[in-house]
């Protein structure tokens, strides 16, 4: 690779890895060498991931060192102790789990021991691992600078080892925010004081902190005021162009049926109750919804949601696909009319801008999206992307339905499509060239 500057990745999420949260480092190892950076990625070794994709090995370019280190995974012993099968979501299913299952005895022994034994994440037995085999990697390539990237929150402890043994520049890369976040364990007492000093250490400790939305660094900083100064800056995840190119299209089944897509998981909380009560209360004003309409599920889907897709109101309505590898989930994104974006209505949420909420945009048709308002809200808006509806109203979705039904017998959905000159910043490509200069700026300092 010649001269190109060098940077070291520590990253969880990474292929054989699936999923959502292996997309933006996925992308800027892709891309760097495209700016004059070659990456080097530190991850683990047989991490026990709650999807796997095989199909992603094929994005990274051939000659990317990569090293990985062992784990000491936690998480068959969950398995054992709560029956939960290889590939069912853990990450989700625990954390946002439905009351049923929240009652179980091994659920709750499970959760306790996660709060006060994994801090800040079940990931932490990765870190005696990962710490050495980084100073190998930074030696052998000589390398000048460093990027985690968390979730796990493991990986910022590990670059913060990392930049405290080397004096090296650090760079801390948030996708979601961390303490009390809707994705992280809720803790109290000493957890809590432990997993907050652990969040202001590496806040202070990071030469660069970088978030994907403004929500997510309000939320750090509010924690933090003492540590707000010019160290902070935003870099949204994207959607990568090429991954919408030469996909051959799904053979047409459904004919003159609006088709609305999900894709991604659906557990406790992240459920579509709301809407499917609107489309039901819909379905027995008039029968034609049952016939001209199907919502499309492409995902892991918890137990008490299949069972309300499995209502006889329902009927012909709901078709589920089981997780599919990237390539093939662009297929149905392509091919619906409407794309249906789920966020939960909880104050936290304001922040979020979901990696799929840019695939969406990629795959240029409308959004309706599900959202409290809040920076994904205003996006959709501000881009003329779709629509936004109260999550929890089931008066508004009833309404929004009928406007997009409407649009669709008009052929007019597409007016709700974001112009392709707007979304060029969102391209991961361009996103990734952002990043190479944060590094070039860091590793002057």
Avoid at 3 to 18: A, H, N, R
Avoid at 42 to 68: F, G, M, N, V
Avoid at 398 to 412: A, D, M, N, V
């Amino acid at each position: 690779m010649g001269m190109s500057k060098k940077v070291l990745i520590i990253t969880y999420y990474f292929p054989p890895s699936g999923g959502a949260g292996v997309q933006r480092c996925l992308k800027f190892v892709k891309y760097l060498p495209d700016f004059g950076w070659q990456p080097v990625v530190l991850t683990a070794r047989d991490a026990d991931y709650p999807a796997y994709d095989e199909s992603l090995l094929a994005e990274i370019p051939p000659d990317i060192p990569i090293y990985r280190s062992k784990i000491f995974e936690p998480y068959h012993f969950y398995r054992r102790l709560t029956g939960k099968q290889q590939g069912e979501s853990l990450d989700i299913a625990t954390l946002s789990r439905d009351s049923v299952q929240a009652q179980k005895w091994s659920e709750r022994l499970a959760e306790s021991i996660r709060s006060w034994f994994f801090i800040p994440d079940a990931r932490i037995g990765w870190k005696p691992f990962a710490v050495p085999v980084g100073l190998q990697a930074i030696r052998e390539h000589n390398i000048p600078i460093i990027l985690s990237s968390a979730p796990p929150y493991t990986c910022h402890l590990i670059g913060r080892a990392l930049k405290q043994k080397t004096g090296l520049p650090w760079v801390a890369d948030f996708r979601d925010s961390w303490v009390n976040w809707f994705s992280a364990a809720k803790r109290t007492g000493l957890p809590h004081k432990i997993e907050l000093r652990l969040e202001h250490d590496v806040l202070k400790t990071a030469d660069c902190i970088l978030s994907v939305s403004p929500g997510i660094q309000a939320d750090l900083q509010s924690r933090h005021s003492n540590l707000i100064d010019h160290r902070w800056r935003q870099l949204p995840n994207g959607f990568d162009g090429a991954d919408f190119e030469d996909i051959p299209p799904l053979p047409p089944g459904t004919d003159n049926k609006l088709v609305i897509t999900y894709s991604g998981s659906l557990y406790g909380n992240r459920n579509p109750n709301f809407l499917m009560q609107a489309l039901q209360e819909l379905v027995q004003e008039d029968a034609q919804w049952q016939a001209t309409v199907q919502l499309v599920f492409v995902g892991r889907i918890g137990k008490p949601i299949q069972q309300r897709f499995a209502q006889p109101i329902f009927s012909g309505m709901i078709k589920q696909i089981e997780y599919l590898p990237h390539k093939e989930c662009i297929k149905y994104l392509l091919a619906a009319d409407v794309l249906l974006l789920l966020i939960d209505d909880v104050p936290a949420n304001k922040g979020i801008l979901t990696g799929k909420l840019f695939e969406y945009l990629g795959a240029r048709r409308p959004i309706l999206a599900l959202a409290p308002e809040g920076d994904a809200a205003n996006l959709i808006r501000e881009l003329r992307a779709g629509f936004v509806t109260a999550p929890k109203s089931v008066v508004q979705i009833k309404q929004t339905l009928k406007q997009i039904r409407k649009l669709w017998l008009q052929h007019r959905l597409s007016d709700y499509i974001a112009d392709a000159d707007q979304t060029e910043a969102l391209e991961r490509r361009a996103l990734t060239g952002q990043l190479a200069q944060i590094l070039d700026h860091n590793l002057h300092l």
